[in-house]
């Protein structure tokens, strides 16, 4: 019945779009199709329904692979694991500092499962400094180092205290502040909060596993999300 609705409507938007010189259609035709639409949506308005969820499920799915599979970010875990956990967050989040006990057990115990890791700076100015030095001491290749101890400080992250952690994760500082204004790093930040926006992140941190978010951090409905997804990437195989 979709393919009968889409045939309607291609035949529908050829009779409107179309230059006049080259319309198929007159005025008679034209008044003929959209009843027939009309008529076809009023008496089969589930078609209409079924069509307009397939079209959103193939938006969700363009979103998420887009959420899992952007280059820019630091990830771990089998490339081709079936289960992928986008976690978007705030260095000074404390709720992000309590959830990384839960991402390193994952990390730690799970084979199935790629991390993905997102800079959302939403709560100051030494969240945003925070994350533009993550992702500029990401090329030094010690950025799990560097992620760790910012996110197992408590206290005010100032320039300092941010430069001596980088420096005690093995990371040449003059090198990460001079990359720390680039626009490379500021487009991949308009980048993560598009994102975090399109799943309605409104806070930190927010994880997404396997398309399906977890707002907050809450370990229960963390696992039980994780379950479902092994559930479901075991039947699909």
Same mark, same amino acid.
């Given at each position: 019945?979709?393919?009968?609705?889409?045939?309607?409507?291609?035949?529908?938007?050829?009779?409107?779009?179309?230059?006049?010189?080259?319309?198929?259609?007159?005025?008679?035709?034209?008044?003929?199709?959209?009843?027939?639409?009309?008529?076809?949506?009023?008496?089969?308005?589930?078609?209409?329904?079924?069509?307009?969820?397939?079209?959103?499920? %193939?938006?969700?799915?363009? %979103?998420?692979?887009?959420?899992?599979?952007?280059?820019?970010?630091?990830?771990?875990?089998?490339?081709?694991?079936?289960?992928?956990?986008?976690?978007?967050?705030?260095?000074?989040?404390?709720?992000?500092?309590?959830?990384?006990?839960?991402?390193?057990?994952?990390?730690?115990?799970?084979?199935?499962? %790629?991390?993905?890791?997102?800079?959302?700076?939403?709560?100051?100015?030494?969240?945003?400094?925070?994350? %533009?030095?993550?992702?500029?001491?990401?090329?030094?290749?010690?950025?799990?180092?560097?992620?760790?101890?910012?996110?197992?400080?408590?206290?005010?992250?100032?320039?300092?205290?941010?430069?001596?952690?980088?420096?005690?994760?093995?990371?040449?500082?003059?090198?990460?502040?001079?990359?720390?204004?680039?626009?490379?790093?500021?487009?991949?930040?308009?980048?993560?909060?598009?994102?975090?926006?399109?799943?309605?992140?409104?806070?930190?941190?927010?994880?997404?596993?396997?398309?399906?978010?977890?707002?907050?951090?809450?370990?229960?409905?963390?696992?039980?999300?994780?379950?479902?997804?092994?559930?479901?990437?075991?039947?699909?195989?």
């Amino acid at each position: 019945m979709i393919a009968r609705l889409l045939s309607i409507l291609a035949l529908a938007f050829a009779a409107f779009t179309a230059p006049a010189a080259a319309q198929s259609f007159n005025a008679q035709q034209q008044a003929e199709i959209r009843a027939l639409v009309r008529d076809y949506l009023v008496r089969n308005p589930d078609v209409l329904q079924e069509a307009l969820d397939a079209l959103e499920g %193939r938006v969700n799915q363009q %979103r998420w692979q887009e959420v899992r599979s952007d280059s820019r970010d630091f990830s771990m875990g089998p490339a081709d694991a079936p289960i992928v956990i986008v976690e978007f967050y705030d260095y000074r989040c404390p709720y992000c500092h309590a959830a990384m006990e839960w991402v390193n057990d994952t990390l730690r115990t799970r084979r199935d499962v %790629r991390f993905v890791f997102k800079e959302l700076p939403i709560l100051s100015d030494q969240s945003m400094e925070a994350a %533009r030095a993550a992702l500029a001491a990401m090329p030094q290749g010690r950025y799990w180092q560097f992620h760790r101890a910012l996110m197992a400080f408590r206290g005010d992250l100032t320039s300092e205290r941010i430069d001596a952690l980088a420096r005690e994760a093995g990371i040449d500082v003059a090198r990460m502040r001079r990359a720390m204004a680039s626009p490379e790093i500021t487009a991949h930040l308009e980048t993560n909060r598009a994102q975090a926006i399109q799943y309605n992140i409104t806070g930190t941190p927010g994880f997404i596993i396997n398309g399906e978010l977890v707002a907050g951090f809450n370990r229960e409905a963390l696992d039980a999300r994780l379950r479902a997804a092994a559930s479901a990437a075991r039947r699909a195989r």
